[in-house]
């Protein structure tokens, strides 16, 4: 039975669940490498390759953190993508200019794409609701932050919320402080936050427990190469599939090594819709499309011409194809029975012969 807080999710007049395709997010993040050119390239590219909707992310490096290169605000680790930055100037680097949302979200609507954005903090989302958002989207590093996701609960819009590192008793914190604020329509996006991610660190089997749990749409923000985790994350019951996206990951950048190119992006697209379209239902016997193959199954047929009294034997009768005489299975019970008139080679055995 179907969970009663479930109810049909509309994005922008797009329906969003099982009983459609497959939602896909190409995720710009900071690919447009500080080029207003660039970003808008990225959004013709994404509609070209059948995204359903682009997203941004909203912030300044200052109300992302502070400017210092010491402790643990400089990024030390050395398998890290952004290894010998501090925090402030890699969101410096990766921000995209407030400026430019709006020629972003007005070209993203003129090729039929929604256009969103991740907020990171309270003025983010007083900013995207002037650019009359349709849906917001809550970062895996922020499903902790009660507050803002209020902020973003009490605009009414939807809510994707990836769960990155949460734990189930924050998730139940963040979803209930969601739906106390004001949100109808949630989406929880299974995440693992490291960049790229493993398909073997990605667990899917994960996305039809969080549609149980917490009673709503459900999907994967997939940070693992290729398409192979959302293909798998669609037969697992995923709605929404969102991935990083750029133009040329040999462009660089600082989501680049972990983000679909847009031949990649077209692919995803048509595989998770052929996916969602696999899974169907629980069913057996002829579809009406096999029957017209029902033809190359094997039944019995005589295979040497026979007068009126001969023996059926192993001689003269052998499963083949076509499918027009009796099914193998009764090839025992006709076994030494007469045949009462002449039978030319190649007829199908039927009852009326013997």
Known sequence: ME????????????RIGRDAPPFVIA???GNHNQSLERALAIVDAAAAAGAHAIKLQTYT????????????????????LWAGSSLYELYQQAHTAWEWHEPLFRRARDLGMIPFSTPFDETAVDFLETLDVGVYKIASFENTDLPLIRKVAATGKPIIISTGMASLAELDETVRAAREAGCRDLVLLKCTSTYPASAANTNVRTIPHLREMFGCEVGLSDHTMGCGA????VAMGASVIEKHFTLSRADGGVDSAFSMEPDELRTLVTESERAWQAMGEVRYGVSGEEGKSMVFRRSLYVIKDL????????ENVR???PGFGLAPKWLPLVMGRQVRRAVARGTPVSWDLI
């Not at 490096?61 to 890290?80: C, V």
């Not at 007068?307 to 192993?314: E, N």
């Open 307 to 314: 007068v009126p009294g001969d023996v059926l034997s192993a």
């Open 3 to 14: 969970n009663p807080l479930m109810n049909e999710l509309m994005i922008d007049g797009c």
């Open 230 to 233: 959302a293909v798998a994350a």
């Open 61 to 80: 490096a200052d109300t992302m953190t502070i400017d210092l290169r010491e402790r643990e605000f400089f990024i030390s680790d050395p398998n890290s």
């Open 27 to 29: 995720e710009m993040s």
């Open 319 to 321: 499963a083949i194809r």
